[in-house]
């Protein structure tokens, strides 16, 4: 397959799992009430997680390349990331985003790099 596609898979599965949680997270917030710097920490963790999913998708269905792969879909999370914050956040770069989007990019990466190392026997 090529890169371009299995970017293109990659990016839509871990987009929609960051959709998944972010509706998970706020429905739960509605009816719990917690407090708001959790709902951070959720949209983070779903912003890491979105980006390891898309990068394992990404170099798993392209087959080598794992770090190159998975920096691919990783850069696409971390724009939807920066994007969201601008647009329903403020128009300011804090140190969390900052902090976020490296490892958003960190997780997608180590997402490429584990998808091409597991299920296979290695012999050492």
Not at 12 to 25: E, K, R
Not at 95 to 105: E, K, P, Q, Y
């Amino acid at each position: 397959m090529s890169r371009v596609k299995s970017s293109a898979y990659g990016v839509l599965a871990g987009l929609i799992f960051i959709l998944i949680v972010t509706i998970i997270g706020a429905v739960t917030y509605l009816h719990y009430d917690y407090d708001p710097y959790l709902i951070v920490l959720i949209m983070q963790l779903a912003y890491c997680s979105g980006s390891f999913l898309a990068g394992f998708i990404t170099s798993r269905l392209y087959g080598r390349n794992g770090i190159i792969s998975g920096l691919i879909a990783s850069l696409v999370i971390a724009f939807v990331c920066v994007a969201l914050n601008i647009l329903f956040g403020g128009r300011y770069i804090t140190m969390t985003l900052i902090i976020t989007v490296i490892i958003v990019i960190g997780a997608g990466m180590s997402g490429g790099v584990l998808s091409l190392n597991v299920g296979k026997n290695k012999t050492v």
